[in-house]
């Protein structure tokens, strides 16, 4: 009895220490509005530009469980006026080369971008790596991924 009381005490104490160290993370998001005007004037060369933005529902750009479910989400939401994007997404079209398109989504959460997803199709790996890099130098911490479709 003693025994399954010392293994149950240790399995919540890890539990605790892992979900506090998990909520004391740095926050990496980005304001809406700092995130749109960097992201329009993003670094990437001559060959690259920003041909299409629009918005996209929520729904469209799934979340990653980790972003979802941290603890810094948890507890009652009090009503605020938010302005901006408070939860949905963004998409921007890149004109590559003058032919190549290279899709990105974007998720906001809270008025803040929390989310990048590159996507590429088979051949274009080099081009979603470059805009990758450029989102993660200008952008620091910010999660992201390239999709190969």
Not at 29 to 42: N, Y
Not at 51 to 61: F, R, T
Not at 97 to 121: K, P, Q, W
Request: proline share 7%; hydrophobic share 45%; with cysteine.
């Amino acid at each position: 009895m003693k025994r399954a009381f010392k293994i149950a005490a240790v399995l919540i104490a890890v539990i605790l220490c892992s979900l506090s160290g998990w909520a004391l993370l740095p926050d990496h998001s980005v304001p809406w509005d700092s995130f749109e005007a960097k992201m329009r004037d993003l670094d990437l060369g001559p060959n690259f530009h920003l041909e299409e933005m629009h918005s996209l529902p929520a729904d469209a750009v799934p979340l990653p469980w980790s972003i979802r479910w941290n603890p810094r989400r948890w507890g009652e939401k009090k009503p605020r006026l938010l302005i901006g994007f408070p939860d949905s997404g963004a998409y921007y079209l890149f004109a590559v080369n003058g032919t190549d398109r290279l899709e990105c989504d974007v998720r906001y959460l809270d008025s803040r971008a929390m989310f990048v997803v590159i996507h590429s199709r088979n051949g274009q790996q080099n081009i979603a790596t470059k805009l990758r890099d450029a989102v993660a130098r200008e952008f620091p911490g910010l999660p992201s991924k390239v999709l190969i479709e």
